[in-house]
């Protein structure tokens, strides 16, 4: 078996890249086993060129991400650990993360793949999004998440507490278990309250008691639960995360390039009108 183990953190040996090195050390000796520093590859912004639509091409940006890609094809499961900042994750992987309009259809190349994720973040009340956004990314690869973990863990070697370890031991144990999931741990908020379909925790509430994920669309309602209250959901069809929503996700993309193209012509003389007057400022050289 081969674990990848991806580290979105430029410390070295910070919290992020003890929690991976601690379930790599959990898996047997006779796994293969690699990890890739994020914050070290050369990723480019997505240039919104839509060349790699409709599915079925490659980015044409000539950088790391088709080594990124490779590995993850090639593994059998993956590992994803990113430190919160500013209450999401870092950089490296939102950055990835827009340039994988490419492989939305491609789930065939990465489904089944077993995925476990951890979040680290340095002041309470301050883990913000970044679960959601690491998970997001995972499941835009087609990743099966089996498992989370977020953690509260500022200065560099302080997620080595035997608690937080005995987590990442369960999530490791959880990427080699068939069938097994190992949950999310580190939430303020009980399973009852995430979203059904993808875990979040980022719900969007109406006046009427009306529920909507903002993760992958699922809709419900709040009722009455005895003394508390539960969330009735109903999953979207298809499910955002699942290889006929991603399909159909690049398939809407693929039909907004071609409207463009049908009409370029129109939109460029409704673009020339603010081409002027020129208020664009840069840096002196």
């Known amino acids: 078996m081969k674990i990848l183990g991806l580290v979105a953190s430029p410390r070295k ?3 992020s890249e003890i929690l991976v090195r601690e379930m790599f050390a959990a898996l047997p000796d006779d796994t293969e086993k690699e990890m890739i520093r994020l914050t070290e590859l050369d990723i480019k912004p997505c240039k919104a060129c839509y060349a790699c639509l409709p599915g ?6 000539q950088d790391d991400l088709a080594f990124l890609l490779s590995k993850i094809k090639a593994a ?3 590992i994803i650990a990113s430190a919160c900042y500013f209450l999401g994750c870092h950089t490296s992987l939102k950055r990835i993360g827009d340039r994988l309009i490419s492989v939305l259809a491609e789930a065939p190349q990465y489904a089944g793949k077993r995925c476990v994720t951890a979040v680290t973040y340095g ?3 301050w883990e913000g999004y970044a679960r959601e956004m690491v998970n997001n990314f995972a499941r835009f690869l087609h990743l099966e998440i089996v498992g989370d973990m977020t953690v509260r863990a500022a200065n560099p070697g302080e997620a080595v507490r035997p608690e937080v370890l005995s987590r990442a031991g369960e999530l490791a144990q959880a990427l080699l278990s068939a ?5 999310c741990a580190g939430s303020d908020w009980p399973d009852s309250l995430l979203c059904p379909s993808c875990g979040s925790s980022l719900l969007r509430l109406a006046p009427s008691g009306a529920v909507r994920c903002v993760m992958c669309g699922a809709t419900g309602r709040i009722a009455p639960a005895g003394t508390e209250y539960a969330i009735q959901f109903q999953p979207p069809q298809p499910a955002r995360y699942s290889p006929a929503g991603m399909e159909e996700h690049s398939r809407l993309l693929a039909q907004i ?8 012509s129109r939109l460029f003389g409704v673009r020339k009108a603010y081409e002027k ?3 664009w400022v840069k840096p002196e050289e």
């Open 123 to 125: 002041i309470a009340g």
């Open 76 to 78: 059998d499961g993956v």
């Open 257 to 264: 390039k071609q409207d463009y193209l049908a009409n370029r």
């Open 179 to 183: 069938g097994e999931n190992s949950g």
């Open 56 to 61: 079925g091409r490659e980015c044409v940006i």
């Open 277 to 279: 007057p020129d208020w």
């Open 13 to 15: 040996l910070g919290n």
